[in-house]
């Protein structure tokens, strides 16, 4: 690499490859700083004993970037293309309706139009139903099936891919010139495409750039920018050379466009700030506005009719889903997946019915990575018979966007934080959407382990954390991309998309690109009228998206139910009016129980979305039965139809939880009261579990709010009889079979004990 440039690229992926290309063309010196190797025809990793055997990117090199934050699995690719390398090839629009809400001025779907009819130009997009010489793959026709079976057949389509139909393995030139080779079907699209049948970036944009007089360095990782005033150089980009054991280099350019990718872009750029201090001036909301688009992973096995996961290429359907669910707008696009036949041996480890997996149920996190590395060791590389009926889906959608890239305080480690919770009703439906899926095929469905065990969503799709804004309080880029308070410092990668597309993002990230880099280049060039040169031949294309129809009403629901949790519960006490200090719980029952006055309720509890309880900080479940409270209620009791259970609600301290209860209900004299309690979950040294768990400190207020003046004192406690009868009351809602049932039961009961070992065992270790 020569040490002063133009322009400097930092990465080759969707971003970065429009970036350098435009910029080439447009006759400036442009250097690109990527930091994996170019794979050529045949060069992509096989190796499948070894998987540091150029698969994981350590060491400085490796095509696959899996980064196991806790709350998040990220997935990413380093390699001359970034993740087109290996990716399913999808591109799709984000419908217009996403761009209503948190982009920036100057975006809609029409704007964006021409330069997604430019990208698609350049990437030559087309779909499965293209393939002439080898015909649909088996997974396209089940899913087409499928679809029509679950009433969705209006809501499916064949996306857009980029891949090459040509003749299969026979070579020609793209329209770049490049030699490419029609696809075999072979289903190593998520890999790396050994015949180069997929249009990765290298085949096209990253190649007219070097026509153009680019320059490309691999393995070369940037690790800091620096500003400067350097004859017309405004910004120093230091790098590592891995190619030489990581040597320290550097050049300088007036333009540097930062594409490394959402969550490498986000990084690099905190690190100079907060770390090296080389871009104080970055705006205070980098790392905000994260998303994993929505993404859920799930399989389905012994399908009745074949699948064949292992035939075409990776993704060539897709099926929408759009409704209002509880104020959340539930949009999201399942696609069936696929995967090399190699890799057979390993999935088989999910399959249920085999139940290799079954021992992780009730492992820690690092107990179940060591038993994936246990289980998994010797599968790699091996066929199995049992693939052909089994299915692999990914489901993507408008997750909120509301996790954050930060650098950890002291360690400057990375971290991902992603709020589960808020989610839960985007990633519960498509749970049960790929049931319906998995049993539309007559088969099992399995979610990915980390999900069912840990609640941790896999990502292929990071977006954001360096969020385009107009303004340096929303965000870290003007809407053209450019940096606030850094001209001529540009980010152009899926770090700069202010919300989720919903839709696989490769497509939208090139568009806006396009979009960006040509106002760049019209200010650096002072031409209003310059466009890339392509422009000229992109004509619109029909958009998969717009043929499928969503009713008023929304989608169908799914057809499974959420599995839920209930169980009845009886406590009994006694309780004093006008009790004073009101906080006197122990003196106000001694004094009720020696004027006889009752307090009790029956109440049926239910949580009925078991995992949306038990990733919910809240664990709220809905309370109903009959409170009777002697002075309040008439002597048969009160009806309670809308009362709020909190389970394990976290205290001030990690050893201290709250169990409570708020009962609104109707006293005889017509007026409104609310039952407010609490369970006090806490360790006092003499270990106490059934006396914490079973006492309710209780307050009778004024009207249905926690603000009103407490009118009585007292506690009320489960009895023993009361508890045998308790358990058993558990039941499982929703569940169909009795392995649903059970499973649904453990995870309860295990969360439930899991929060007594943290209150009453672990203070003790720490
Ligand atoms: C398995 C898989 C399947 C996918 N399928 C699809 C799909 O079908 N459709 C779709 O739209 N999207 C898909 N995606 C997602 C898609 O790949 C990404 O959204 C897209 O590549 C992001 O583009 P980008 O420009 O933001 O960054 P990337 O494409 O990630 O490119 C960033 C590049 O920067 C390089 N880099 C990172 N840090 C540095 C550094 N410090 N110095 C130098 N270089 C650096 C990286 O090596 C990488 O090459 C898939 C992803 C995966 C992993
Ligand atoms: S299936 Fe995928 S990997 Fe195989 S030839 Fe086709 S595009 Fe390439």
Same mark, same amino acid.
Not at 548 to 571: C, D, H, K, Q, Y
């Given at each position: 690499?020569?040490?002063?440039?133009?322009?400097?690229?930092?990465?080759?992926?969707?971003?970065?490859?429009?970036?350098?290309?435009?910029? *080439?063309?447009?006759?400036?010196?442009?250097?690109?700083?990527?930091?994996?190797?170019?794979?050529?025809?045949?060069?992509?990793?096989?190796?499948?004993?070894?998987?540091?055997?150029?698969?994981?990117?350590?060491?400085?090199?490796?095509?696959?970037?899996?980064?196991?934050?806790?709350?998040?699995?990220?997935?990413?690719? &380093?390699?001359?293309?970034?993740?087109?390398?290996?990716?399913?090839?999808?591109?799709?629009? &984000?419908?217009?309706?996403?761009? #209503?809400?948190?982009?920036?001025?100057?975006?809609?779907?029409?704007?964006?139009?021409?330069?997604?009819?430019?990208?698609?130009?350049?990437?030559?997009?087309?779909?499965?139903?293209?393939?002439?010489?080898?015909?649909?793959? *088996?997974?396209?026709?089940?899913?087409?099936?499928?679809?029509?079976?679950?009433?969705?057949?209006?809501?499916?389509?064949?996306?857009?891919?980029?891949?090459?139909?040509?003749? +299969?393995?026979?070579?020609?030139?793209?329209?770049?010139?490049?030699?490419?080779?029609?696809?075999?079907?072979?289903?190593?699209?998520?890999?790396?495409?050994?015949?180069? #049948?997929?249009?990765?970036? %290298?085949?096209?944009?990253?190649?007219?750039?070097?026509?153009?007089?680019?320059?490309?360095?691999?393995?070369?990782?940037?690790?800091? $920018?620096?500003?400067?005033?350097?004859?017309?150089?405004?910004?120093?980009?230091?790098?590592?050379?891995?190619?030489?054991?990581?040597?320290?280099?550097?050049?300088?350019?007036?333009?540097?466009?930062?594409?490394?990718?959402?969550? =490498?872009?986000?990084?690099?750029?905190?690190?100079?700030?907060?770390?090296?201090?080389?871009?104080?001036?970055?705006?205070?909301?980098?790392?905000?506005?994260?998303?994993?688009?929505?993404?859920?992973?799930?399989?389905?096995?012994?399908?009745?009719?074949?699948?064949?996961?292992?035939?075409?290429?990776?993704?060539?359907? !897709?099926?929408?889903?759009?409704?209002?669910?509880?104020?959340?707008?539930?949009?999201?696009?399942?696609?069936?997946?696929?995967?090399?036949?190699? $890799?057979? *041996?390993?999935?088989?480890?999910?399959?249920?019915?085999?139940?290799?997996?079954?021992?992780?149920?009730?492992?820690?996190?690092?107990?179940?990575?060591?038993?994936?590395?246990?289980?998994?060791?010797?599968?790699?590389?091996?066929?199995?018979?049992?693939?052909?009926?089994?299915?692999?889906?990914?489901?993507?959608?408008? /997750?909120?966007? /509301?996790?954050?890239?930060?650098?950890?305080?002291?360690?400057?480690?990375?971290?991902?934080?992603? =709020?589960?919770?808020?989610?839960?009703?985007?990633?519960?439906?498509?749970?049960?959407?790929?049931?319906?899926?998995?049993?539309?095929?007559?088969?099992?469905?399995?979610?990915?382990?980390?999900?069912?065990?840990?609640?941790?969503?896999?990502?292929?799709?990071?977006?954001?954390?360096?969020?385009?804004?107009?303004?340096?309080?929303?965000?870290?880029?003007?809407?053209?991309?450019?940096?606030?308070?850094?001209?001529?410092?540009?980010?152009?990668?899926?770090?700069?998309?202010?919300? !989720?597309?919903?839709?696989?993002?490769?497509?939208?990230? !090139?568009?806006?690109?396009?979009?960006?880099?040509?106002?760049?280049?019209?200010?650096?060039?002072?031409?209003?009228?310059?466009?890339?040169?392509?422009?000229?031949?992109?004509?619109?294309?029909? %958009?998969?998206?717009?043929?499928?129809?969503?009713?008023?009403?929304?989608?169908?629901?799914?057809?499974?139910?959420?599995?839920?949790?209930?169980?009845?519960?009886?406590?009994?006490?006694?309780?004093?009016?006008?009790?004073? +200090?009101?906080?006197?719980?122990?003196?106000?029952?001694?004094?009720?129980?020696? &004027?006889?006055?009752?307090?009790?309720?029956?109440?049926?509890?239910?949580?009925?979305?078991?995992?949306?309880?038990?990733?919910?900080?809240?664990?709220?479940?809905? &309370?109903?039965?009959?409170?009777?409270?002697?002075?309040?209620? +008439?002597?048969?009791?009160?009806?309670?139809? %809308?009362?709020?259970?909190?389970?394990?609600?976290?205290?001030?301290?990690?050893?201290?939880?709250?169990?409570?209860?708020?009962?609104?209900?109707?006293?005889?004299?017509?007026?409104?009261?609310?039952?407010?309690?609490?369970?006090?979950?806490?360790?006092?040294?003499?270990?106490?579990?059934?006396? @914490?768990?079973?006492?309710?400190?209780?307050?009778?207020?004024?009207?249905?709010?926690?603000?009103?003046?407490?009118?009585?004192?007292?506690?009320?406690?489960?009895?023993?009889?009361?508890?045998?009868?308790?358990?058993?009351?558990?039941? @499982?809602?929703?569940?169909?079979?009795?392995?649903?049932? *059970?499973?649904?039961?453990?995870?309860?009961?295990?969360?439930?004990?899991?929060?007594?070992?943290?209150?009453?065992?672990?203070?003790?270790?720490?």
């Amino acid at each position: 690499m020569r040490p002063a440039y133009d322009a400097i690229v930092i990465g080759s992926g969707f971003g970065g490859a429009v970036s350098a290309c435009r910029m *080439a063309q447009a006759g400036f010196s442009v250097g690109v700083l990527e930091r994996g190797r170019s794979y050529e025809t045949e060069r992509f990793p096989r190796n499948w004993k070894d998987p540091a055997d150029g698969w994981l990117w350590t060491a400085g090199q490796g095509l696959f970037d899996v980064r196991p934050f806790e709350k998040m699995t990220v997935v990413q690719c &380093a390699g001359l293309g970034g993740g087109s390398l290996i990716y399913a090839n999808v591109h799709l629009r &984000a419908p217009h309706e996403v761009f #209503a809400r948190g982009w920036p001025r100057g975006y809609s779907r029409e704007a964006l139009d021409p330069y997604y009819d430019l990208a698609a130009y350049m990437l030559d997009i087309n779909s499965i139903r293209q393939s002439r010489h080898l015909g649909l793959p *088996a997974k396209t026709r089940v899913m087409a099936d499928v679809a029509a079976s679950l009433g969705r057949s209006a809501q499916f389509c064949y996306p857009n891919i980029a891949v090459d139909f040509g003749a +299969p393995d026979a070579p020609h030139l793209n329209k770049f010139g490049v030699t490419q080779r029609g696809c075999t079907f072979c289903g190593e699209c998520d890999i790396g495409c050994n015949v180069h #049948a997929k249009n990765t970036l %290298d085949l096209n944009y990253l190649a007219l750039a070097r026509k153009c007089g680019a320059e490309i360095g691999t393995q070369c990782e940037v690790v800091r $920018i620096a500003p400067i005033n350097d004859g017309g150089c405004h910004y120093q980009v230091e790098y590592k050379d891995h190619a030489n054991g990581g040597a320290p280099l550097q050049c300088k350019a007036r333009y540097v466009f930062v594409c490394a990718g959402a969550v =490498n872009s986000t990084e690099l750029l905190l690190r100079c700030r907060d770390v090296h201090r080389s871009l104080p001036n970055l705006s205070g909301r980098l790392g905000y506005g994260y998303s994993g688009n929505g993404d859920f992973l799930a399989f389905a096995f012994n399908t009745e009719r074949p699948f064949k996961p292992s035939e075409g290429p990776t993704i060539t359907t !897709a099926i929408v889903y759009s409704r209002k669910e509880d104020d959340f707008d539930n949009w999201f696009i399942f696609q069936e997946g696929g995967y090399p036949k190699e $890799i057979g *041996a390993l999935l088989q480890l999910l399959n249920p019915s085999r139940g290799l997996f079954r021992e992780a149920e009730v492992l820690s996190r690092d107990e179940f990575y060591n038993a994936l590395r246990r289980q998994t060791a010797g599968k790699y590389g091996y066929p199995d018979p049992a693939s052909d009926s089994t299915a692999i889906f990914l489901a993507m959608g408008r /997750d909120l966007a /509301d996790g954050q890239i930060e650098l950890h305080a002291l360690s400057h480690d990375l971290k991902i934080t992603w =709020n589960t919770s808020s989610n839960m009703p985007l990633y519960g439906a498509q749970q049960r959407f790929s049931a319906d899926v998995a049993e539309a095929m007559g088969g099992n469905v399995a979610l990915n382990p980390l999900w069912r065990l840990l609640h941790v969503p896999v990502t292929v799709h990071n977006l954001g954390g360096c969020l385009m804004a107009d303004s340096k309080d929303g965000g870290v880029t003007d809407p053209y991309g450019e940096v606030f308070d850094y001209p001529n410092l540009f980010v152009l990668d899926g770090s700069i998309l202010p919300k !989720a597309t919903g839709v696989n993002p490769s497509h939208t990230i !090139a568009a806006v690109a396009e979009r960006n880099i040509e106002a760049a280049i019209r200010r650096f060039k002072s031409d209003p009228t310059w466009r890339a040169p392509e422009s000229s031949h992109a004509a619109p294309i029909v %958009d998969p998206l717009r043929a499928i129809s969503i009713p008023a009403e929304g989608t169908l629901p799914p057809r499974t139910p959420a599995v839920g949790i209930a169980f009845t519960e009886t406590m009994k006490g006694h309780l004093s009016k006008g009790w004073n +200090p009101p906080e006197d719980y122990a003196g106000a029952e001694k004094a009720g129980q020696a &004027a006889g006055r009752r307090m009790e309720f029956t109440l049926t509890i239910t949580m009925p979305d078991l995992d949306a309880f038990l990733v919910s900080p809240q664990h709220a479940g809905k &309370a109903v039965g009959t409170v009777l409270v002697d002075g309040f209620t +008439p002597p048969q009791g009160a009806p309670v139809t %809308d009362g709020v259970f909190n389970l394990f609600v976290d205290g001030d301290q990690f050893y201290q939880r709250r169990m409570l209860y708020a009962l609104p209900f109707t006293g005889s004299d017509g007026k409104p009261y609310l039952l407010d309690g609490f369970k006090d979950v806490r360790d006092h040294g003499h270990f106490d579990v059934w006396g @914490a768990t079973s006492t309710l400190y209780t307050v009778i207020r004024e009207g249905h709010s926690h603000q009103g003046q407490v009118l009585a004192t007292g506690i009320v406690r489960i009895l023993i009889p009361d508890f045998l009868h308790q358990l058993t009351t558990f039941t @499982a809602v929703g569940a169909k079979t009795a392995l649903q049932r *059970a499973a649904a039961l453990t995870r309860f009961g295990e969360s439930f004990f899991g929060s007594l070992w943290d209150v009453f065992v672990r203070p003790h270790f720490e």
